[in-house]
């Protein structure tokens, strides 16, 4: 349980730096972004919404210190302030309508490719040196190379533009409505199809050589060479002594390359124009649309911090030695 | 103690063990020509510094050592069959009922992610015969054995003591109640007092079942207390082997004798605290000759360029050691030669 | 041949011995060469990339061998003369990720007490925020251009060389040669530069490795995204006009392919430098193969309990 609060204490200081970070690189940078923000909202915003923006943005004439609290105040209160491209919407509202659309994307294909690519990690390891061994790390270390967004781009040209077998876009059909129906989630299914297995294909070889080298490590143990000389199956020696401990270093590493992962999904969603948080990022550059900008950088931080949290908990559960003080 | 030197054929009989570990340079040779029989009920001991291959010997019977050793030549014969011609299936039928180990420290050698209790009926379920029921007390009787309480049986291991965890380790190796245990240095890693508790409990234990043990350590003065029988390894080859007392009174090669020096008893009179000049020599390119001569204090040349052989000096006795097995021969010109077996 | 194969590679020499020795680092070498050539010679011998050369969209043919871009340019001129800026940028971000990230881990592991908490903190915090919404973030209020890129990404990749290194400052810190330097006096600057970093060379040659695969990757994704100078040729900012120009949706697939494979072919060139790496520096893989080979000589299978091989004479 400290463990976890210990956990839960780190998150909640990193959640603390991104907001600051957020807070004060308007006013780091050069030239005067402030500026240059209103400008574009002038003629747009009645003079009380320019005001109530500068308040969520903490840009008033109060001290410093006063701006910050205005500003966390606003955060916590999920304001973000108004968004440029999509006015006179907040950005609170317009992130959201993509959250769920990323969160479905990202998390699916994150956990598929951590699961497969660790089945096959296991496997690997314990079948050594046969072809897998010298072929697998080279062929993964490959793919990985790609950059995700360009297997995207491959993805969609061959199997959407040149053989049709998918779609070229977008998370469902213009011609349906959302709805709980079979039919809108085969739709549903088959525009997220090729995203998720560009993700999920350019990650795989992450986790299948951690779990790899993990495994390798572990099957040179002492409670493994005891399992054997216990004359257990091998079948049990691999998943309940080896792998089971191999885990965890697996899980630790997925924490630490989560938020790479997402970050990578983000891009492939803009070459899919799927309509998650990537794409939205995407017009908030090429518009300069800092509000929208910052509150996706803010919300997408928060939510690896928690999928992090997430895996912490799930490392908890595997690992008993995080249960108590050890004696 | 009984005399184990009964009539009854060996248990464990060792003939010409020899096991290398294949590096990109070359092969090394861990264990060299080691050969020795263990009688049913017997205590035999096993002593030598780190890297005189002590352990290797225990963990290549077993075939349990990891890449890249390889076994290079001899037999293993537990009860009469040979381990080394077994099949994998074979060897996991033999491994833990009738030959089990407990290793050097429990605390490593126990699965961090699972109870007590499932590591120790994880055994006995493999090798539980076909339609025989499962016995549910078993486990609980096993902890009873090593004076474990049976609410133990649902902690993990990072949740006991250094001395609990190595009594679990035996609870788990007498779990099928094998033939032979081999304690590899079952207390290197515990306190003195805790160490003679487990020490005791394993002779307890051996008195009511019967079974032969394998003792494998550095600590000489421990041997010699607990032991029947004590061989001696250096740097990969078995120097000497004598009963325990005969070894402590009379010790025939220079090696022995060093280590004796090195070990001074509790009890007995003031001597002079002596260790063995120099190092064991490395695996790799072993000096010519006997292994041990830059660092005998006895040395004759022919030392330097010939191995000398095994040599029996008694029934349960040999030496490889040129100035014993001079000695031997000028005692016994006109006898007959000793039995095979030692 | 005896030094370099035991395990412990300090030195270039044992490094280069290294890198002669394993395939897989070989290949890496080559390849990687090859790169660093086309980037330094390559722009002299192709034409203007900015040029308007031929009908937009033309698939490769002989006047021009990778085809037009969406406005008529030679796709080949574009990936040749990205290659200088792109392989720039991401040595540069490599070399400055470990420059940055050493000071900081070496810092953090050989003081340690209140230093190192903070540090560490700092350390983690940065590991765990996510980089690429935080580098699109901080792009975005900096002038766009190869600077504000290699900026960013700095700062999103420092993090990770500084934990490796402080790991391995604090396992250097307990060892007994450093314990001797301090009880003798020596000043703190000199026993880091002096008797610690010589012996980290092959883990700083590995991760400035690693920092320039992350770093070469990271550039392509953010030009891709716009936040380069879009209208300097690099590979990232080619990618960039191509989605511009829907190169996808018209079936034009040499104005992105090329690019792809330059950046993965780079990137596992470097991958498999650095395993090269891993073999010397691990000496247990490159035992198991000799085991192998032993093992099939001897006709014995390879098996999970210790194989037997008894040579009969």
Known sequence: MRYLLRRLGFYLIAAWVALTINFFLPRLMPGDPATALFARFKGRLSPEALQALREAFGLTDAPLWKQYFTYLAHVLQGDFGTSVTYFPSSVGSVILTGLIWTLFLAGTAVILSFAIGTLIGIAVAWWRGGWADTILPAFFAFLGAFPYFWLAMLALYVLGFDWGLFPLGHAYSDDLTPAFTAEFIVDVLRHAALPIATVVIATLGGWVLGMRNAMISVLGSDYVALARAKGLPPGRVVLRYAARNALLPSVTAFGMALGFALGGSLLTEIVFSYPGQGYLLVQAVRNQDYPLMQGIFLVFTLAVLGANFLVDVVYFWLDPRTREVSS | ??????????????????????????????????????????????????????????????????????????????????????????????????????????????????????????????????????????????????????????????????????????????????????????????????????????????????????????????????????????????????????????????????????????????GELASIPGAPPSLKSPPPGCRFHPRCDQVIDRCRTEEPALVQLGARRAAACHLVTAAAAAVSASATPATADV | MSGAASGRATGLMAWWEAIRRDRKATIGFVLLAGFVLLGLVGPWLVGDPDAMVGVPLQPPSWAHWLGTTGQGQDVLAQTVVGTRVSLLIGFGVGLAVVAIGSLLGVTAGYFGGRVDGVLSMLINVFLVLPGLPLAIVIAAYLPAGPLTVAFVLVITGWAWNARVLRSQTLMLRQRDFIAASVVSGESHLRIITREMLPNMTSLLLAQVIGGTIYAIGAQVGLEFLGLGDVSAVTWGTNLYWATNDSALLTGAWWTFVPTGLCVALVGFGLVMLNSGFDEVTNPRLQQERAWRAFLLGAGVPVSRSTPVAIAHE
């Open chain 2, 1 to 270: 103690m009984s005399d184990p030197a009964s009539d009854h054929e060996p248990v464990l009989s060792v003939r010409g063990l020899c096991v290398d570990y294949v590096t990109g340079t070359g092969p090394v040779r861990a264990v060299d020509h080691v050969s020795f029989d263990l009688a049913r009920g017997e205590v035999l001991g096993i002593a030598g510094e780190s890297g005189s291959g002590k352990s290797t010997v225990a963990q290549a019977i077993l075939r349990i050592l990891p890449p890249p050793a390889v076994i290079t030549g001899g037999q293993a014969l537990l009860e009469g069959e040979d381990l080394f011609r077994m099949s994998e299936a074979e060897l996991r039928a033999v491994r833990w009922r009738r030959l089990a180990m407990v290793f050097q420290s429990a605390m490593d050698a126990l699965n961090p992610v699972l109870t007590i209790r499932e590591q120790i009926e994880d055994t006995l379920e493999a090798h539980r015969p076909a339609g025989t029921p499962r016995n549910p007390g078993r486990a609980a009787e096993l902890l009873a054995l090593v004076g474990i309480a049976a609410d133990r049986l649902d902690s993990y291991p990072h949740q006991l003591s250094g001395g609990m965890r190595q009594r679990v380790g035996i609870a788990i190796a007498l779990a099928l109640e094998p033939a032979v245990v081999v304690l590899d240095e079952p207390t290197t890693a515990l306190d003195v007092i805790v160490e003679g508790e487990i020490l005791q409990k394993i002779l307890e234990l051996r008195r009511r079942f019967g079974f032969s043990v394998v003792f494998i350590t550095h600590d000489l003065t421990r041997m010699m207390q607990i032991c029947d029988r004590v061989a001696i390894f250096y740097s990969g080859r078995m120097v000497e082997i004598a009963p325990a007392a005969e070894l402590r009174a009379h010790p025939r090669h220079p090696y022995t004798q060093g280590l004796l020096r090195a070990f001074p008893s509790v009890h007995g009179p003031e």
